[in-house]
């Protein structure tokens, strides 16, 4: 599955918010990359696990990192934090976006839910990005707000529907277009409810794509 080609990926630095497959879409995207000859980093923003089985850089400066670029293949980089979490990296993403041909940013938390509604303060996306992808987990389809949603009041509001609501593809729509943080969607888990994740695609005025990032199939 061409995944890059599909969300029409461009060089720089490209940020991931939303839910329901950020980081799987952080690290399919550097692979496929990665496997195209590019040096790719994935890093964040907000706050995720290293990824298991890359090389992770966490020191401070660039000596680190053009030795991880040298040795080809996908890193990630980081600041370590007691938690055994990384959060963005020392340097700047200027200088990340110099290094590297791709910059891949998780730059959203959801609490592990599969729809999301952003605060004032979030989603936390750099001023060098190029194009944001959102992700929407199509598992959180016909579950009560409350239950599918990070922030719940806050998603209720923006779809002008109450937590104890199904959420549908009309509200899902809703939100998305409210918020317009994003340069592309991704409904992801399609597999699960591929009607409903069709739908959104179709209410949706942006460039999106209904598919399943652990198929590696396009619905």
Known sequence: MDWVRTLQIRPGVTAII???GKTSLLRTLGEE???AGYKVLLCTTTKIFPFDGLPCVTETGTDA???ARAQGGLICAGTLLDSGKLTAPAA????????FDYVL???DGSAHLPLKAHAPHEP???AETAQTICVVGASGFAKPIREAAHRPELYARLAGAAETDLVTPGLAAAVLTAEKLHSRVLVNQAELAVPEAKELVGLLGCPAVAGSLKLEKIF
């Open 33 to 35: 990359l990665v496997k």
């Open 124 to 126: 936390v996306i750099p």
């Open 105 to 107: 940013v998780e730059a």
């Open 18 to 20: 939303g839910g329901g």
């Open 65 to 67: 990192l053009l030795a």
């Open 92 to 99: 700047p993403m200027t200088q990340l976006e110099a290094l």
